[in-house]
């Protein structure tokens, strides 16, 4: 008997809540829980009091994200069934010291596993509900991005995501994300397209295509990108995320020659000074991440673009932050997404020490916003004083 079919005899009439934190990486990965949450044979309630099961995947960007989810989950357990069990996945569930407060502070949690281990989840749940007890596992962080979980996408306004890559390389030196998520591992060209074309069929409107650092799927994203607007069908496709070093010429023509692919470009410029881009690894300067933004405003007819901001990155200066403004100013990003650096263990940056109070972030940060809903207000670039 297989596990599904053993699975569905030990969950009859059992129901589980799924609640799904961070990216829309997390939510791609909620597809495919829910999807085998159903072939396990659970009922899905949106009423996390009467479910038998709590299945949360997790975000670790910032200890804000870790925070809120404890006090989630925390809330779940006091609220939920009596001898409710939780399980918690995603990129938290990778971080050991997670783990640790989970083991002591939370004993309902019953199973942890990360990103990598969504094909494991029936094994899981099967030695659970037969043996009992409480299995905390982290994922292997090179594990295959699994074919076979059954998926199950929620019928929102006629879009879906779609995992092409997972992992990352870059290193950034503040970030936790290649930590949790592991290496770079990439779909199959013909699998993602396969996908993109039932979707298509299906009535999907507007198809995104997902991985933390978009540029770097193998064998080829532009290529990628031009097939999968490629098919028949009133539809548009977008994109999330391109590290502005790896995204270039070919990228932007391909946008530009892909009338099915949207014409914004989502290109997380971090800061806009030199000393605190190689502080943060991010491997391009102000000048050549001004150059792509030329570039791409030359080659994508009516480009929107937009961006994120860290403020208060450990030793930026007042000249540092002036620099990102100035920045911000010349580009006239169409929407910005802004955040106050928050240390996250394990990240080379952590060991860094703060220069800025919790007071003077918040200042900065209030700046940054106000400049930019200035910028938004004005539809734009703000032409330099003088
Ligand atoms: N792969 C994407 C970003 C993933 S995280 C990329 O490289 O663009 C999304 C955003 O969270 C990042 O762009 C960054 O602006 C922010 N971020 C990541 N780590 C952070 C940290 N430790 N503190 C504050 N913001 C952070
Ligand atoms: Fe984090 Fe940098 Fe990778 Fe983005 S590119 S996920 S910011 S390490
Ligand atoms: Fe958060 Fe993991 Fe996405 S840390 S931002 S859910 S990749």
Redesign the pocket.
């Given at each position: 008997m297989d596990t599904y079919t053993r699975l569905r005899e030990l969950t009859g009439g059992l129901t589980a809540y799924l609640a799904v934190y961070g990216c829309q990486q997390n939510q791609a990965d909620g597809d495919r829980l829910r999807g085998s949450l159903l072939a396990m044979g659970y009922r899905l309630t949106q009423d996390h009091t009467e479910a038998d099961l709590l299945v949360l995947v997790t975000c670790a960007v910032r200890k804000h994200a870790e925070t809120k989810l404890l006090g989630h989950l925390g809330e779940y357990l006091r609220t939920g069934k009596p001898g409710v069990k939780a399980v918690l996945c995603g990129c938290m569930a990778q971080r050991e010291e997670v783990r640790e407060l989970l083991r002591t502070s939370y004993r309902q949690v019953a199973l942890t596993f990360g990103p990598a281990d969504i094909g494991r989840f029936p094994e899981y749940m099967l030695t659970l509900l037969t043996e009992g007890g409480r299995r905390l596992y982290a994922s292997p962080d090179t594990a295959p991005i699994g074919e076979d979980i059954p998926l199950a996408r929620l019928p929102e306004d006629g879009r879906a995501n779609v995992t092409i890559m997972t992992g990352?390389d870059?290193?950034?030196s503040y970030?936790i994300?290649?930590y949790v998520r592991g290496r770079e591992r990439s779909r199959a060209p013909e699998a993602v397209l396969e996908e993109v074309r039932g979707l298509v069929a299906g009535g999907v409107r507007e198809i995104w295509l997902l991985g933390?650092?978009v540029n770097s799927y193998r064998p080829d994203f532009s290529e990628l990108l031009r097939a999968c607007g490629s098919f028949d069908g009133d539809y548009t496709v977008r994109f999330m995320?391109s590290?502005p070093r790896d995204a270039g010429r070919r990228l932007f023509s391909a946008i530009a020659e892909t009338p099915r692919v949207a014409p914004i470009l989502h290109l997380p410029v971090q800061s806009g000074s030199n000393a605190v881009l190689k502080a943060m690894n991010r491997g391009y300067t102000r000048e050549e991440y001004l150059e792509k933004i030329r570039l791409a405003k030359e080659l994508i007819p009516r480009v929107a673009l937009t961006s994120d901001v860290i403020v208060g990155f450990p030793g930026e200066t007042e000249r540092d932050f002036l620099d990102t403004l100035d920045l911000l100013k010349e580009v006239g990003f169409a929407k910005l997404f802004t955040f106050q650096y928050s240390p996250r263990s394990g990240t080379p940056a952590a060991e860094l020490p703060q220069t800025l109070t919790p007071e003077e972030m918040k200042e900065r940060f209030l700046r940054l916003l106000a400049l930019q809903k200035e910028i938004e207000r004005r539809g734009g670039v703000i032409p330099p004083a003088g």
């Open positions: 990352c870059n290193f950034c970030c994300v290649p933390q650092n995320t590290h």
